[in-house]
């Protein structure tokens, strides 16, 4: 895949197989109406460079919550986290939006594009946030959206796509900042066996071209049988 010059927080050679993240006895619980929740009890695994883990579990099983953690987007009860060799339990928020910002990107089952704005503007907004300069943005952005087959729809809005090609553009906007990690739930949730396999492909991609680690939520067989190894979470533990 072309995708330009790499940008800040982009992951290492493809060789580099080092652990990218490190999770150790990582609890999550929440506080409902004065009673404790527990969500997750132990959670205690490892995702290297350029490896792709696929997470399962029963619907409630917490595999949401874990991917939260992992994205930064949340904080764990109890245990560590370690991300790219910083344990991310005792930074502050400013720290942590960086480090999310510059070596995490995300896509959903919902896609969760801003509406009315074209597909080249949905791929361009972490690179917003990045303060990546407007040429150097819509270049790469346009890279990107070819690279991912929707070269032709720079303009088109969500609503003007279907859901395969919506989940391109989440998945191009997931990438442009060329994250060591890209989080992935239930990417393919919405969508058919053709868009679901050109979805993987392209994760698969990331890993073996450019090192990138990807763990992915899914309840697909499909989908985790192409995953280098798969995490269970069974009541809220890792296996
Ligand atoms: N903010 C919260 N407050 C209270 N409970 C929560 C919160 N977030 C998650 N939970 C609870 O944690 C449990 C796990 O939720 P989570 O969304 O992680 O499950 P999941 O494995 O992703 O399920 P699914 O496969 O249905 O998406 C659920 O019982 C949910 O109600
Ligand atoms: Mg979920």
Redesign the pocket.
Known sequence: MAVGTPLPGAARSPDDTSPLLRVEGMT?H???SGTR?D??HDCTFQVARGEVVAIV????????????LLGLLDRPSGGTYVFDDVDTTRLGEGRRSRLRGEGIGFVF?QFHLLERRSALANVGVPMVLGGVPVLRRRTRARELLESVGLGHRLSSQPHQLSGGEQQRVALARALSREPALILA??PTGALDAASSRMIMDQLLAQAELRGAAVVV?T?DPKVAERAGRVVE?VEGRTR
Do not use: A, P
């Not at 029963?58 to 919550?65: A, D, E, N, V």
């Open positions: 999550r929440f506080m409902v929740i969500v997750l579990g029963q619907s409630g099983s917490g595999k949401s919550t874990l991917l939260n089952q739930d239930e939520v309840h979470l």
